[in-house]
């Protein structure tokens, strides 16, 4: 059979070290984030490819409201959430937090405190197909944690707010820095186990072979502190060891794949 690098598709420029840097026999895809099918990738002969990340469970992922029902099929930790479907919800718990379905990087997420805010944001959004809310959770701590099928966790990082940011209501890349476990503040929160449970149980209720989850956690302060699933990402942020970590864990799953094929 012949060696082949491994197509990676994704728009994230992060993953772009992944691209040509992997080699197995045969036909192989990783979809980071990409929905592109497979018949479009390997026009002349799209039989026998083994893909990491199907169609199927990117759009999983992709689109929360179907990332939610995912996650409530396996009774994962979540905020409570409600379809907007044009109707005003007369009994709304605030704070909530008002999301696109199909966004990313909280594009459009907006924390809506009280009942004038919300009227304010429906009197804006006079369609509003395309948008869910959430209960807001202000738990203090969040993690990251990939996973990848059959290898459990595979690296995993605190999101710690920068001193100069001014929305400190959620993390993200424009308002946070990354620490590993190695580090004084990762602050490994004792449901830590539980965590790790809940973060494979996403990737699994995706149909995903490989992935990111969020988790955000009560402060630290707590017994036995709370959390929730914040969403499952098909297609993170790498870094320089994210890129090894997860070029020799693609190749993994490309094999176990295969394996797996050749024994039914």
Request: hydrophobic share 40%.
């Amino acid at each position: 059979m012949t060696t082949r690098f491994v197509r990676v598709r994704s728009k994230n420029f992060t993953a772009d070290d992944l691209r040509r840097s992997i080699e197995v026999e045969g036909k192989a895809i990783v979809r980071l984030g990409s929905v592109t099918p497979t018949d479009q990738i390997f026009r002349r002969n799209p039989r026998n490819v083994t893909e990491i990340n199907t169609v199927e469970a990117v759009n999983n992922s992709r689109n929360k409201l179907a990332m939610k029902e995912c996650f409530a099929g396996r009774e994962i930790p979540q905020a409570t959430f409600s379809v907007i479907n044009g109707e005003i919800i007369e009994h709304a718990e605030f704070p909530l937090v008002v999301k696109r379905v199909c966004g990313f990087q909280g594009r459009g997420m907006e924390l809506i405190n009280n009942r004038e805010a919300w009227n304010t944001w429906l009197a804006s959004h006079p369609n509003r197909d395309g948008w869910f809310v959430e209960k807001f959770y202000n738990y203090a701590r969040e993690y990251r944690l990939h996973v990848a099928r059959g290898e459990g966790i595979i690296m995993s990082w605190r999101k710690l707010r920068t001193s100069d940011a001014t929305e400190r209501w959620f993390f993200n890349s424009t308002n946070s820095s990354w620490v590993g476990p190695d580090h004084e503040l990762f602050d490994r929160p004792s449901c830590w186990e539980a965590m790790q449970v809940a973060a494979i149980n996403a990737l699994e209720s995706t149909g995903l072979d490989i992935g990111a989850v969020d988790i955000r956690v009560q402060s630290s302060h707590k017994r036995k502190p709370k959390f929730i699933v914040c969403e499952i990402n098909s297609a993170p942020a790498l870094g320089e060891m994210g890129i090894g970590i997860y070029r020799n864990t693609i190749k993994k799953l490309i094999a176990t794949k295969r394996n797996e094929s050749n024994n039914l």
